[in-house]
């Protein structure tokens, strides 16, 4: 990436959560069956969805889910976490294949990767223009459908606190790579299309100053801030290890982050929303956010409210 960079070539990069594994590749160079979007950067026609899909989901059992966030709990108690995300996988099936559900997605960071697994992700990692770094924590969901739905969610004080340990851990972040760390705006509200109903989600906007030659380290500015605050947790260090000791399975790609270079700017996402094929079987990952104030109840019910097609 960095090589890529030193020279402004455009590229496209997709690493995973723990970052094992990687994949890189000049913009000129892509290999088939690998598509991309981030808002107007795109690889692929736009399609009209013509036919039906079906969709449905066997989630993990709530006194399984439970158990979990229970052990996430004794962690927070113990004062080895304060904030984690807990993610779990749900088996589904659709009458629509992979490409077809990334085709007709509606998403602003999207990707399709060889039949393997696709994200329809709303949320954006960090993108680079001049010599301005960005990043736009996401923590925070609540069905639009509720009444005062806004109100609820911004009044909430478990997502409060849960907004401000992410905000904190992003700035800290920011600080390792660049200067003058800012939060631009704090707690603004997205409407986002979840199949048949619309979820308002929670972010603000942290920018940073890099120096004039960023594009020479792009590979160091993505170690530095990966994996990405908001789909781990803080202390993030400790955090990702409990992670690892309480999910019962490999997150591979999803929760890692993709992006591209077009030779002066880089934009992209975290890879949220995301379905896997696991030997001809589909499989979403999804999660939420744990803080000491967490219910069982409304925290299973937001791991189910991120199992959609946003069509």
Known sequence: MDTLGKKREPFIFILSYDKTKLYVSPLKDLEEEVYYKLEDWRNYPVKKREKAFTFSMTPVDFTQYKKALNSVLEEIRSGNTYLLNLTFQTKVKSNFTLKEIFTYSKAKFKLYFKDQFICFSPERFIEIQDNTLS???????????????????????KEMAEHVMIVD?????????????????????????????KLLQVSSKITAKLDNNWHREIGQIIDELTPAGSITGTPKLSTVNIIQNIENYDRGFYTGVFGIFDGKALRSGVMIRFIENQQ???????GGGITIDSKAEDEYEELLDKIYLPF
Do not use: C, Q, W
């Not at 990043?135 to 004080?157: Q, S």
């Open 169 to 197: 851990l992003m700035r800290n972040d920011l600080g390792i790579v660049g200067e003058k760390i800012n939060v631009e705006k704090f707690r603004y509200i997205d409407t986002i299309s979840a199949g048949d109903k």
């Open 135 to 157: 990043t736009y924590p996401m923590k925070g969901t609540i069905d639009a459908n509720v009444k005062d739905a806004d109100k609820i969610i911004l009044n909430n004080e």
């Open 280 to 286: 001809g079987e589909l499989t979403y990952k999804s």
